[in-house]
């Protein structure tokens, strides 16, 4: 029984300092938990949009463009802003469709089946016009760059503004 009387326990002082950190540190990971879900979110949400310009550029660059005869189904965008058509003097001829110069590719859709939220854009510089393609000056060479834009969320909920990937290839005429 002697060896039970030399011990003590805590006192209430050491009860209260523990259970202060304890609170202390519950609250720390409470606004945590938050930031690290967002990080997580961001890295998928990036992920996601690379992996659908990775995706689209795959496809882009399998596309006819060759001189003889003029077939253009990678076409050239007319502005920073505007959808590739098939060029003026070329037709594009994917299987059994044909479209004429000066329309719109069957390939260029923005929408994005089954990604909500996520939109995208391609644009096709003509490397042989102009400035060139990043230094690059060659009529047998275009620049495509394919843009995936969506809304972030944020610790609070929606971002205000989107946000966008982009990845660019120089594809030649084949």
């Given at each position: 029984m002697?060896?039970?009387?030399?011990?003590?326990?805590f006192?209430?002082?050491?009860v209260?300092?523990?259970?202060?950190?304890?609170?202390?540190?519950?609250?720390?990971?409470g606004?945590?938990v938050?930031i690290?879900?967002?990080?997580?979110?961001e890295?998928?949400?990036?992920?996601t949009a690379?992996?659908?310009?990775?995706?689209?550029?795959?496809?882009?660059?399998?596309?006819?463009?060759?001189?003889?005869?003029?077939?253009?189904c990678?076409?050239?965008?007319?502005?920073?802003?505007?959808?590739?058509n098939?060029?003026?003097g070329a037709?594009?001829?994917?299987g059994?469709?044909?479209?004429?110069?000066?329309?719109?590719?069957?390939?260029?859709?923005?929408?994005?089946t089954?990604?909500?939220?996520?939109?995208?854009?391609?644009r096709v510089?003509?490397?042989?016009?102009?400035?060139?393609?990043?230094g690059?000056?060659?009529?047998?060479?275009?620049l495509?760059?394919?843009t995936?834009?969506?809304?972030?969320?944020?610790?609070?909920?929606?971002?205000?503004?989107?946000?966008?990937?982009?990845?660019?290839m120089?594809?030649?005429?084949?």
């Amino acid at each position: 029984m002697s060896a039970f009387r030399d011990q003590r326990g805590f006192t209430v002082a050491e009860v209260l300092i523990a259970a202060a950190i304890v609170a202390v540190a519950f609250v720390a990971l409470g606004r945590i938990v938050p930031i690290a879900g967002y990080a997580v979110q961001e890295g998928y949400q990036g992920s996601t949009a690379t992996f659908l310009a990775d995706q689209k550029l795959e496809l882009i660059k399998d596309l006819p463009w060759v001189s003889t005869p003029a077939n253009d189904c990678l076409g050239i965008s007319a502005s920073a802003t505007a959808a590739p058509n098939v060029p003026a003097g070329a037709t594009c001829t994917l299987g059994a469709t044909t479209v004429n110069g000066g329309n719109a590719l069957p390939w260029e859709a923005n929408a994005i089946t089954n990604f909500n939220g996520y939109s995208r854009q391609v644009r096709v510089t003509d490397c042989g016009s102009g400035a060139g393609c990043m230094g690059i000056v060659d009529a047998g060479m275009r620049l495509v760059t394919v843009t995936v834009s969506y809304t972030p969320l944020t610790g609070v909920g929606v971002a205000t503004a989107p946000k966008s990937y982009s990845v660019s290839m120089l594809i030649s005429q084949q």
